[in-house]
């Protein structure tokens, strides 16, 4: 199988917005535990206010970013089938609540003990569809499921210090483990994510 067409980066650049679809790629949790995290989100939220983790089912974002034609959809999925298909026996492991504070970012997640594997797996996605990036690469991978996110501009600091402290007492010990047998794409358009399609 191509994975790189010739000429496809010049083509998706000079294609018009209707005829192409940006896309993010996610590993999503078995249902009975994203209804648990959820449930955590909304917590969060009641603690510091608007929480944009909401606007999506829970999951680690394995892959962002990525503009494709339209026309190269189902090329696209063909070539994740085979991710999966080769790395389903990979379990992701979830333990634990942590906190990141970036210059305009703060976020709450859960940690992913297993990084390294997960790593691999975005590694490849990342070579993978090189004519779609747009050149945008994330050089510092951190697989994890964010439980809040929001702009510092939105956070008052104590208030995040105390919202983590609470969820922390509360969940350190949550725990959980699921295959990663499936992935899931989503079109973004605006602020608004919508499925289009679930691999497995």
Known sequence: MNLWPSRAYFVTKNLKMKDKVEISIYSEPPKKISDKIKRIMKKAEK???KNPSLLCPPHITMRSGLII???KKEYVFSALKEIIRKNKKIKVKVKGISQYKGKKV???QLEVLNKGEIKKIHNKLEVLFPEYTRGYIIKKFNPHISLFWNKNS?????NFLEAFNSLNEKYKNFAFQYPLDKLTVYKKVGDKFT???ELK
């Open 195 to 197: 499925k289009i399609k």
């Open 47 to 49: 603690k510091l206010g």
């Open 69 to 71: 034609p339209i026309s």
């Open 106 to 108: 703060s976020c709450i």
């Open 154 to 158: 939105k956070i008052k600091k104590r």
